[in-house]
């Protein structure tokens, strides 16, 4: 488990940043944007949410950074926006374990980057 710092107040507090995307694809404007094959219900079968996070009362959202080339293939990932290090792993690997329709410019497939946000929400 990770060790977080607390300030004065008791809070922990939010994690830094992500290292900023530097790649010519993050710049590439789309007609349509990459898709899950089968619609984000597909991911959502694979998406499992953490015991450590379920007993700990954590819930909100996860935003995943998705590099997306032109055959469909995620060749890179980062966390954009991190919830707790357990989700942040359980949201990348059900984005890994679908299959993506890449993303569309002028009737061709383009190589782009995506965020994606994945909520772990308790019932």
Do not use: H
């Not at 998705?66 to 290090?85: E, N, R, T, Y």
């Amino acid at each position: 488990m990770v060790k977080t710092e607390e300030n004065e107040k008791g809070e922990v507090p939010p994690p830094p940043p992500p290292p900023p995307i530097d790649d010519k694809a993050a710049k590439v404007e789309y007609d349509n944007p990459p898709e899950v094959v089968g619609g984000f219900e597909e991911a959502v079968k694979f998406l499992k949410y953490p015991e450590t996070a379920r007993k700990a009362g954590i819930s909100g959202m996860v935003e995943v950074a998705l590099q997306i080339d032109k055959k469909g293939k995620i060749v890179d990932s980062k966390i954009a926006k991190s919830l707790d290090p357990e989700c942040d792993k359980a949201a990348l690997e059900a984005l890994k374990s679908v299959s993506w329709n890449p993303a569309i410019k002028n009737g061709k497939p383009v190589k782009v980057w995506v965020t994606v946000p994945v909520r772990f929400k308790l019932k």
